[in-house]
C-alpha cells in the first residue's frame, strides 16, 4: 500500500516562497497522477494542482497559476510543489492525493501560513 508524506510547509511572508515535497513509500508513484489540494479553516478542500503520470502534463487552478509549480522527481519517488508569490489566502493544510481506480490515497498534510 502506498503512502504519502508531505513536508516543506511553514510560514512566510507575502511574496515569498516554499516548497512542499510528497514523498511515496510501499511503491512508486510513477504509474499516477498526483494531485496537490489544500483546506482553509472553514472551507471546503479545493484543489490547487495535478501532475500527469506518463507525459508529465500539469493542470493549475486559477488562483496558483503563474505562481506554484508542480513537478515529479521518479528518482526520488516524490512530487513537489514550489510555491511562489505567496499571498495571505494560500494559507491552508496542503495534502498530497494519489487516485486511480480503487486506490484513494492522502498524506497527513502540511500546514502553509503566509502572513506579514
Known amino acids: 500500500q502506498v503512502q504519502l508524506v508531505e513536508s516543506g510547509g511553514g510560514s512566510a511572508q507575502p511574496g515569498g516562497s516554499l516548497r512542499l515535497s510528497c514523498a511515496g513509500s510501499?511503491?512508486?508513484?510513477?504509474?499516477?497522477?498526483i494531485g496537490w489540494f489544500r483546506q482553509a479553516p472553514g472551507k471546503e478542500r479545493e484543489a490547487v494542482s495535478c501532475?500527469?503520470?506518463?507525459?508529465?502534463?500539469?493542470h493549475y487552478a486559477d488562483s496558483v497559476k503563474g505562481r506554484f509549480t508542480i513537478s515529479r522527481d521518479s528518482a526520488m519517488n516524490s512530487v513537489y510543489l514550489q510555491m511562489n508569490s505567496l499571498k495571505p489566502e494560500d494559507t491552508a493544510v496542503y495534502y498530497c492525493?494519489?487516485?486511480?481506480?480503487?486506490?484513494?490515497?492522502w498524506g497527513q498534510g502540511t500546514q502553509v501560513t503566509v502572513s506579514s
Open positions: 501532475v500527469s503520470n506518463a507525459d508529465g502534463g500539469t
Open positions: 510501499g511503491g512508486t508513484l510513477d504509474p499516477y497522477a
Open positions: 492525493n494519489l487516485k486511480s481506480g480503487p486506490y484513494d490515497y
